[in-house]
């Protein structure tokens, strides 16, 4: 079966590291892979076009795909639009919604050729491997009521932080199975101690617990979690919370690594579609000068042959390109250190492919 990809680059750098992807994916069908490649718009690039970050259009095309890959949106172009829903960071917040992309997993994983470019010393995360469940339709990003309004003469801002039972057991399951295949050792963060949504959070993942015996399940307070990533990382395998402390954490995580610019996603909704990009954002201080890392958004390639398409041997083959151009001592200038080569986006485009050519 012809499965269809589509490719929405977005803004900033986003469509330099997507130039890099579609290369990547031109390189797997030529090593025979199956696939039929659709680009699209969306958030910043999508609003100058249509005035809406996610065009109906783009939304349908996600629909019909196996697997989206999309680069990053948003920019300081836009950051001055009033209306929050036309902002770009909508329109990724709407195909994660739209396509029930619950399941969001980020793995932080440091690739040893760059335990000098981690911000911590290279003994507290060589061997690092942890992977972030990331709970993503839900918490505190779609919680209503919401909003800014006038109270007591005042302008107040509000939000609504709420998860069921349901949407929690849903993502607990993801962690947990995930945890079956990796180190079985389960933590959920939370902040139990101050907010009843996550009192809730703690009863359902100790609910679930017996029936995977096989994992050890420890809860830990959001804050203490914060700190004992960037004081010992390696005590954690997988990490389970909430889309708001998920994307906090995942960025310190994604430091630990060398730089935010090595870190893949997956987002997967209950019939395994999935949308894959790059933990980062679309970097307008860096975007159109050719020095943004696609490594992120080649990995994100790799998850997708992985968790969407069953296609296991090709996502190897690109995970093993990418640990041999680092060998080579090639870097782009976010995880250049002292002895090693400084090179473009597209140059490690380049290296990337022609690595995945021999492997
Ligand atoms: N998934 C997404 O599309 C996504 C994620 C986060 C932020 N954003 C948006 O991106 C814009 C910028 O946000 P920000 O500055 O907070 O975060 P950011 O991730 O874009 O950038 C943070 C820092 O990391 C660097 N960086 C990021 N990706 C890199 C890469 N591939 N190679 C080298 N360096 C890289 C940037 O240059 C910057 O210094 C905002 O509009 C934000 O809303 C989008
Ligand atoms: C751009 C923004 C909406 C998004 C989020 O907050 O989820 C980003 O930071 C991420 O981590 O994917
Ligand atoms: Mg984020």
Redesign the pocket.
Known sequence: MTHKVLLLPGDGIGPEIAAQAARLLKACQEAGLDIEVEEGLVGGSAYDVHGEPLPAETLEKAKAASAILLG???GPKWDKIENLAKR???G??GL?KNLGLFG?LRPAMLYPQLASASSLKPELVAGLDIMIVRE?TGGI?FGQPRGIEVRNGERVGFNTYIYSESEIERIGRVAFEMAQKRGKKLCSVDKANVLEVTILWREVMERLAPEYPDVELTHMYVDNAAMQLVRAPKQFDVVVTG??FG?IL??AAAMLTGSIGMLP?ASLNESGQGMY?P???SAPDIAGQNVANPLAMMLSVAMMLRYSLNENALAERIEAAVGSVLDDGLRTADIASEGMQTIGTDAMGDAVLAAFAKQ
Do not use: I, Q, T
């Open positions: 990053a949106v948003g770009p960071e909508k990724l917040l994660r969001n993503l990003y889309n708001m994307d995942s960025d996603s990009e933990c980062h954002g």
